[in-house]
């Protein structure tokens, strides 16, 4: 479990899921809120975090309309931000972290307004803004691969089913986007593919989530026989 501590040890936070992918951001309101050259940030489901205490300390300053920087009001550790419009989400400052968060910053964003004082010196990708889902490093993702064999005529139920179902998947911490695809030549059978942070989202965060159970009982009924799961990483060159 990761939990997470202000400078003066008054707010206390255990963030029960895996952190999102994280990233360097240089945009001036990160610099000025932290006082430093950057900050590192990672997106967290509103429902994994945890207040162990603290949580009268915290004051939230509006940046920018509907985005809420929240603080320690007694040692001034940034602690998170949240947007308005995204209650299900909050960005961790990755630097009140205790101990080892599991993640590593996989790029850096908002690079046009990086400190002139600051030089980036890793090799890890940079952005001039925050970069879409589709921009993000398709090579540090994990692939997971399925191909659903259905008991014959239960297409159009289970398509029905998918629909709640991925509901629940595309909810799951580390879930970046997923596609599902029915076989041309073969009705009954698809493929699914669903594109993860790490195989960790996928094996521990996905499957020990609550939400599993239910994505089972919606969907795993129509598979015969029980599908083969595998993991594929990008080899390096090897996409456009
Ligand atoms: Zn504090
Ligand atoms: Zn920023």
Redesign the pocket.
């Known amino acids: 479990m990761i939990t997470a501590?202000?400078?003066?040890?008054?707010?206390r936070l255990r963030l029960d899921g895996k952190l999102g992918p994280a990233a360097f951001c240089h945009c001036s309101q990160c610099r000025k809120a932290n006082g430093s050259a950057f900050a590192c940030n990672a997106p967290l489901r509103a429902r994994y975090l945890e207040f162990e205490c603290?949580r009268d300390?915290i004051r939230e300053f509006e940046s920018s309309p509907g985005k809420f920087r929240a603080?320690?009001?007694?040692?001034?550790?940034p602690i998170y931000s949240r947007v308005s419009a995204d209650p299900e989400t909050f960005r961790i400052r990755l630097g009140v972290v205790d101990g080892d968060p599991e993640r590593r910053p996989l790029f850096h964003v908002w690079v046009g307004s990086k400190a002139p004082w600051f030089e980036i010196t890793d090799s890890l990708p940079q952005f001039d803004s925050v970069p879409s889902t589709q921009d993000l490093p398709i090579s540090t993702m994990v692939l997971e691969v399925a191909i659903l064999e259905l008991r014959s005529g239960e297409a159009r139920a289970f398509e029905a089913a998918f629909l709640e179902a991925q509901e629940i998947i595309a909810s799951s911490s580390g879930y970046r986007r997923h596609e599902l695809r029915r076989c041309v030549e073969t009705p009954d059978r698809y493929l699914l593919l669903v594109w993860w942070d790490s195989l960790e989202s996928h094996t521990e965060g996905f499957r020990k989530s609550p939400g599993y159970q239910r994505w089972r009982e919606l969907l795993h009924h129509f598979y015969d026989p029980f599908p083969e799961v595998e993991h594929y990483v990008a080899v390096t060159g090897a996409s456009a």
């Open positions: 501590s202000c400078l003066c040890d008054g707010v603290g300390l603080f320690c009001s007694r040692c001034g550790s």
